[in-house]
């Protein structure tokens, strides 16, 4: 089936560290794109990737970290500078329309 | 002001009534538009894609798209408790292959039965 997985579903972050979000797509589409979702905040911009090798800021990269090297996989770093990484994190690719993967959430313990 | 806008509820309605969720947008390069439906923890799933001022139906849902007054509106005829979600709309600039997305804030929706 075509669609979009991030992993894992849930994580734990102990202050200080550095952790990786998977999402991977079999959509074969171009543009990838990071959101934050915040109670009460909706969908916010952390960074989007429209092509291979290329990547953008979005409006809150600060304390995040991305790569794009496949078409398949945008994998997103949240770094030990992100003040306040508890969140729930979306992963969207778009050819016109946007999908989304299941999310992660992350806890900062 | 926000590029858009969505009151963000919460919205409380009878099963079976006619719901209908709004966003306005205040840049006319926004030419294609999106609603999504999200339960809680889960991630946001497409339900509708315009991109013409007008309405398009699919199934008990109706998007409505108004480039003239910049104003968007989902809705819902016989809602079910199934349908108790937040709603988000999204739109998209034209230009190129910029997909840049703008999403409003939700609108949380509960429908008792």
């Known amino acids: 089936d075509g669609g979009i997985t991030q992993s894992p579903k849930y994580l734990f972050r102990k202050e200080g560290q550095n952790v990786t979000l998977s999402c991977e797509q079999n959509?074969?589409?171009?543009?990838m794109y990071w959101y934050r979702q915040d109670p009460g905040q909706g969908l916010r911009l952390i960074y989007y990737?429209?092509?291979?090798?290329?990547?953008q800021k979005g409006d809150i990269a600060e304390g995040y970290s991305v790569s794009r090297e496949k078409k398949e996989s945008f994998p997103l770093t949240v770094t030990s500078a992100q003040k306040n990484p508890t969140a729930f994190y979306l992963c969207?690719?778009?050819?016109?329309?946007?999908?989304f993967g299941q999310g992660t959430r992350l806890t900062v313990v | 002001q926000k590029e858009v806008e969505q009151d963000p509820g919460p919205l409380s309605v009878p099963e079976g009534a006619i719901v209908s969720l709004n966003c306005t947008y205040s840049?006319?390069?926004?030419?294609?538009f999106m609603w999504y439906r999200q339960y809680s923890r889960k991630g946001p799933e497409l339900l509708m894609y315009?991109?013409?001022?007008g309405n398009k139906e699919d199934g008990r849902f109706t998007a409505q798209v108004d480039k003239s007054s910049k104003y968007i509106s989902l809705f819902i005829r016989d809602s079910q408790p199934s349908d108790s979600a937040t709603y988000l709309c999204?739109?998209?600039?034209?230009?190129?292959?910029?997909?840049?997305?703008?999403f409003g804030k939700g609108t949380l929706l509960t429908v008792n039965p």
């Open positions: 990737s429209q092509i291979v090798n290329d990547f």
């Open positions: 315009t991109y013409s001022s």
């Open positions: 959509l074969n589409h171009d543009a």
């Open positions: 840049n006319s390069a926004f030419q294609y």
């Open positions: 969207a690719s778009v050819n016109g329309e946007a999908f």
């Open positions: 999204a739109m998209i600039k034209s230009g190129g292959s910029n997909y840049k997305l703008t």
